[in-house]
Structure formats: structure tokens, C-alpha cells
């Protein structure tokens, strides 16, 4: 498969995590995606199966929370939030999606309802491994979905998706999750003013890193600052969480709700009965076009 650049390589994990989940029983499990393990590269499905016995899904997120503790269930809960914000946009009648910065993510394959299209867009290099493991996996990308190759932080996002059929007049769903922290602050202003084209009533669900994570660690995660932002200096933008209301409106954008650490525990993981640390690192905002 396409040799992918160091930024476009982190997909894998967050997608072993989806996979390892399906092996919680229903009442504790918290995201469905029964295409995760499939779109995983065969060296690491055998790791995955393994977590079929609970006291190996246990030394797993051990594992992965000694390297970033929280990390593991920071990931479930976001990609729940966003599949329940994704689902509350189709089912008040939104019917485009565009995932910026899609990786190995299923949920425009999994949610995008009949009649909808999908438009995904990522690094070139992630787009064509992508395409080719959809297709060792069904046979083919699903009709609905559109598969772009982009670069952020130079390329017309809106001419970009006009040429796959993308309808600017209608209102859409925009998810950018877990993408804002690999681009430059230019990227991310150039994105949002791609996003400040979009129709009135669209949605918009991203992440973002706590600035002042970036700008000197902490929160308990010293390996995973060392890793990202200091030698791999993969990391390169932050908020705080005070700056969010302001930055979208400036684009047009109102922000309605920012969630982390505290509400996942309360919204996903207690009515679970999961026990299941979450790293506060980590945001999600959900916010509407005027």
C-alpha cells in the first residue's frame, strides 16, 4: 500500500480501539463499528481478536494508559459523541456529511443515511490506503461515499468537493475529529473559512487540544507530549477553551456545546457501569451556522 507521511499514520490506533470495543458486551459497549477490525492492516487483527478475553482488553488499555493515561477511553467517548451528534444531524433531515480528516474512520460508511452522500476528505496518501482496504474488505468503496485526496493547508476545500457533487446550497454536517492539533494555525483558519461558506443550519463537529498542553505538558501525559509535540512536533494547535465561542463566530458559526472528560463519565461510561479514566487533553464542540 501508499507509503504514508508520519501525521497520516496515526489513524491506526484510534481504530484499534473501536475494534478491541466490540468485544464489551451490548449493555457496556460504548460505539458500534462492526467495519473496524476489517479496515485494520492483518498484523494487528490478530491483537485485536485477542481482546475477546476480557483480561487481555484490560492489559491493553493498561497498556496504552501508561503511555497517556485516559487516552483509551478519551477516544470511545469522542467517536460516540460524534456518532450521536452525526445521527442527530441526519435525523433532523441533514443528508450530506463531509469528514474532514477521515483516516480509517467508518462512520460515513456506517451512518450516512439512504438517499445521503458521504464526502470524505484526508492527505492523498491515507485516501488511497483507505480505498484500497474498502475494497480487499467489501469489494468496493459504498456508492455513497466519496473518497478526496486534500492537503489542508493549501488546497480549495470548496472547489475541491464541488468537483465530487458536493451541494453548497444545502445544509451539511462537517466532522473534524482529531485533526485540528496536526495542522498550523494558518490550515485551520484556512479551513474555517471554507466552513463559513456553508449553508445556514449546517453542523459542525470538531476536536481540539488544550493550548496549554502544547505549550509546556502536564495533565499527567509527559510521554505523549515528549512524543507529539516535542520530537515528532506532530502537534502544532491548541485552544483554550474560553477562545472557542470566539474563533467560530468570527466564521459564522455558533458554538452550542464543548464536552470533555467530565460529561463523557456522566453521559457514556456511568450509565454503562464502565469504569473507565478519560484524559481531559481533549474537546469536542458542536456548533451551528447563522
Avoid at 477516544?75 to 460516540?80: E, G, N, P, T
Avoid at 469528514?99 to 476528505?121: H, I, K, M, Q
Avoid at 505549550?215 to 512524543?227: N, R, S
Avoid at 464536552?259 to 474537546?283: H, I
Amino acid at each position: 500500500m501508499t507509503r504514508r507521511p508520519a501525521a497520516a499514520q496515526t489513524a491506526l490506533g484510534p481504530m484499534m480501539i473501536a475494534a478491541a470495543e466490540q468485544y464489551e458486551p451490548p449493555g457496556r459497549r460504548l460505539i458500534d463499528d462492526g467495519l473496524a477490525i476489517g479496515l485494520l492492516p492483518v498484523s494487528l487483527r490478530a491483537a485485536v481478536r485477542a481482546c475477546r478475553w476480557p483480561a487481555v482488553r484490560r492489559w491493553m488499555i493498561a497498556a496504552s494508559d501508561k503511555r497517556a493515561p485516559g487516552i483509551w477511553g478519551a477516544v470511545l467517548c469522542r467517536k460516540r459523541y460524534a456518532d450521536d451528534q452525526a445521527t442527530e444531524a441526519f435525523q433532523a433531515g441533514i443528508t450530506q456529511v463531509v469528514v474532514l480528516g477521515a483516516g480509517l474512520d467508518t462512520r460515513a460508511c456506517r451512518l450516512t443515511p439512504s438517499g445521503g452522500r458521504a464526502y470524505e476528505l484526508d492527505l492523498p496518501a491515507n485516501v488511497e490506503d483507505k480505498r484500497q482496504r474498502l475494497q480487499t474488505l467489501s469489494g468496493a468503496v459504498p456508492e455513497h461515499v466519496r473518497l478526496i485526496g486534500v492537503d489542508f493547508e493549501i488546497d480549495d476545500l470548496g472547489g475541491v468537493l464541488a468537483e465530487h457533487g458536493f451541494q453548497t446550497g444545502r445544509p451539511v454536517v462537517f466532522v473534524w475529529e482529531a485533526v485540528t492539533q496536526y495542522l498550523t494555525e494558518e490550515g485551520v483558519r484556512a479551513t474555517l473559512a471554507f466552513l463559513s461558506q456553508a449553508a445556514a443550519g449546517s453542523r459542525l463537529l470538531f476536536t481540539y487540544v488544550l493550548r496549554d498542553f502544547l505549550d509546556g505538558g502536564g495533565h499527567g501525559a509527559t510521554a505523549l507530549y515528549e512524543e507529539f509535540v516535542v520530537k515528532r512536533r506532530l502537534w502544532r494547535f491548541g485552544l483554550a477553551p474560553g477562545e472557542v465561542s470566539g474563533l467560530l463566530a468570527s466564521y459564522g458559526w455558533v458554538e452550542r456545546e464543548q464536552v470533555g472528560a467530565a460529561e463523557y463519565q456522566a453521559r457514556y461510561l456511568e450509565p454503562a457501569g464502565r469504569e473507565l479514566p478519560v484524559s481531559d487533553l481533549e474537546r469536542f464542540v458542536y456548533a451551528e451556522k447563522r
